[in-house]
């Protein structure tokens, strides 16, 4: 695409951010150019479970280890059903807990569905036909640590349980140690007289590196500094450094599908399941089969994730289902300036034991990551920025406020060394003037994705006398949406119930499905026929036809209806003698 051409379009779509919140007289107002800890975060949940009654609620799912409240919220109007009768879409954020951005996208989320209800129209339809599942915290010990004490921007990922990860008998005894005490770790250098780098004389917070070949004759140079790794000392004596840090389990390695012990993938736990965070959620989403999509926010890098995590291409998703998310996740890619659509597995690393292979390949709903954020969103030409222009670039625009200036500390062990570098808010995260784009941009796409949960209509309904007393009942089914009413994982690994089709009112005599285009009936169904088992249920933006032979006479009222977990059920009433004209879907 060409890059003006782009450029317009990020710049239409802030515009359209900023005036479509303007619209928005919210009850609650939050400041979404900035980050939340814990209490601040979960305050908010309440505030607006509070403000917006007949539509939100907060629920507490579990505990974590560390005695917080696992908190969830639903929204859904009560007034257009209950919510397990209508699609439903899960969303999360923060597995990783210093993925930090992720949990205000999912705020964001429920801040926008419920302040933009009765307000704008599409919002008001999507929760109107739809169930919201938010976990906006799937770590809350995580971002705790990560709030409270120094970290980096990849530290205080993990469950915050102690966790013995050097296998010394000792858990969380040699985490970073925040030398100089400003709240940040840091990268440290240490003095060597056969140092790798030296100070740039022009810029006393830039390492250079001194040349690794000979000189001509023979000699070589040194600088007067090495990279001794991030800030910290050896706490427990055993020759390394910062190896055994707090907490050390990852809740996105301890899902079913696919899980592997600890000595194929670090951090999966004992088996699944096995921490209180990630059986309690489990437990809560087992509990509501009418889930149909589900999206899952990390950061960074701008990517849209499908799985497999793991596996080779044998092991990928049936064709069918491939389809639905190539066309979902090309969405994503043109909503979403310099992300990637991807496949975990072959594009990425492997990951055992995720959530989204999890609702994917586990539970046959259709799932995806965010990663949140990438820095080619500061280069205009959409291009990796190198060192020296992120450099710049945090100098020029955030005035350094993202970078801790190289200086002197003492260490005990290395006597002065030297202390600076990117603090926790650097590289992964968006700065606060770019942040509710970002959360803007990530929440309009995954209601793209939520607009393609299943929607069924009857198309048309034809009865016609074979012979006294004899009827043919001639029934065809439109999906309007991408996603099917049972994805092809579901229907091969026999995942939650097929959809059914009911003829009641009349004795139904056989039925099966049909092919519209020969006119004949497949796979005939002579076991309770007026209940039509249909395993693969209605395909994204088709049709499936069915066919009932009856017994009755002209003007005996029947009626249709047509259940799937993962769409609302439909109804449709009439007479034998009587057909229903075909009927057009709504909009694509």
């Given amino acids: 695409m060409n ?73 859904n109007n009560r007034q257009t059903g209950d919510e397990g009768t209508k699609p439903a879409m899960y969303i999360d954020g923060a597995i990783h807990a210093n993925e930090i951005q992720a949990g205000e996208t999912v705020l964001y989320t429920a801040w926008y569905l419920l302040s933009g209800y009765g307000t704008i129209p599409k919002i008001t339809e999507l929760v109107d036909r739809s169930t919201f599942y938010l976990v906006p915290l799937v770590n809350p010990d995580g971002r705790a640590e990560w709030f409270a004490n120094a970290n980096t921007p990849h530290s205080a990922r993990t469950g915050q349980k102690p966790v013995d990860s050097d296998g010394d008998g000792v858990a969380d005894e040699d985490g970073p140690d925040d030398m100089d005490g400003d709240g940040h770790i840091t990268m440290m250098w240490r003095p060597d007289p056969f140092g790798t780098h030296r100070r740039d004389p022009r810029d006393a917070n830039r390492m250079i590196p001194v040349p690794r070949e000979p000189k001509a004759d023979g000699t070589r140079e040194y600088g007067d500094w090495v990279m001794a790794g991030q800030e910290g000392v050896d706490n427990d004596g055993d020759g390394r450094v910062n190896e055994d840090g707090p907490g ?56 849209i994730l499908r799985g497999p995590g793991s596996g080779t291409r044998e092991d990928d998703y049936p064709a069918a289902d491939v389809g639905v998310y190539n066309k979902i996740q090309s969405v994503g890619a043109e909503m979403l300036p310099f992300y990637r659509s991807m496949v975990i597995y072959k594009d990425l690393y492997t990951v055992h034991g995720g959530v989204v292979n999890w609702f994917a390949e586990g539970l046959g709903i259709v799932s995806l990551t965010n990663e949140l954020w990438t820095e080619k969103r500061i280069m205009q030409n959409g291009q990796e920025p190198t060192d020296d222009q992120d450099r710049k670039w945090n100098e020029r625009m955030l005035f350094g406020q993202t970078t801790v200036p190289l200086h002197e500390v003492k260490h005990p062990e290395f006597g002065t060394v030297l202390v600076g570098g990117g603090t926790k808010y650097s ?138 977990e993962k769409a609302k059920r439909i109804e449709s009433s009439l007479k034998l003698g009587e057909s229903t004209l075909p009927t057009a879907g709504p909009p694509k």
């Fill in 248 to 303: 050390g389990y990852d809740m996105n390695r301890n899902f079913p599908s696919g899980w592997e012990p600890e000595n194929i993938q670090n951090g999966a736990g004992a088996y699944p399941l096995c921490w209180p965070e990630t059986k309690a959620l489990a437990d809560w989403v087992l509990s509501k089969p009418q889930i149909a999509a589900a999206q899952a926010y990390h950061n960074a890098g701008g990517m």
């Fill in 427 to 564: 590289s992964r995260i968006p700065p606060p003037f770019m942040m509710e784009e970002e959360l803007h941009r990530n929440f309009a796409f995954t209601m793209f994705h939520a607009d393609q949960m299943p929607l069924l209509r009857f198309e048309s309904v034809e009865t016609k006398e074979l012979a006294p007393e004899l009827w043919q009942v001639t029934v065809t089914v439109a999906n309007d949406r991408l996603i099917p009413t049972r994805t092809a994982r579901a229907a091969e690994k026999g995942i939650g119930l097929a959809d059914t089709l009911t003829l009641t009112g009349a004795e139904v005599v056989a039925a099966g499905t049909l092919d519209r285009r020969t006119d004949r009936t497949l796979d005939p169904q002579g076991f309770q026929p007026a209940t039509l088992r249909l395993e693969r249920g209605v395909p994204g933006q088709s049709t499936v036809a069915a066919r009932f032979l009856v017994k009755g006479s002209a003007g005996t009222p029947i009626t249709l209806a047509w259940n799937a």
């Fill in 3 to 75: 890059i003006r051409l782009l450029s317009s379009i990020v710049a239409c779509g802030l515009c359209f951010a900023t005036h479509a919140q303007q619209q928005i007289a919210s009850k609650v107002e939050i400041p979404f150019n900035r980050f939340s800890d814990v209490e601040t975060l979960q305050s908010y949940m309440f505030k607006l479970a509070e403000s917006y009654p007949s539509l939100c609620r907060v629920e507490r799912i579990g505990t974590t280890a560390l005695g917080r409240p696992y908190l969830a919220m639903v929204i």
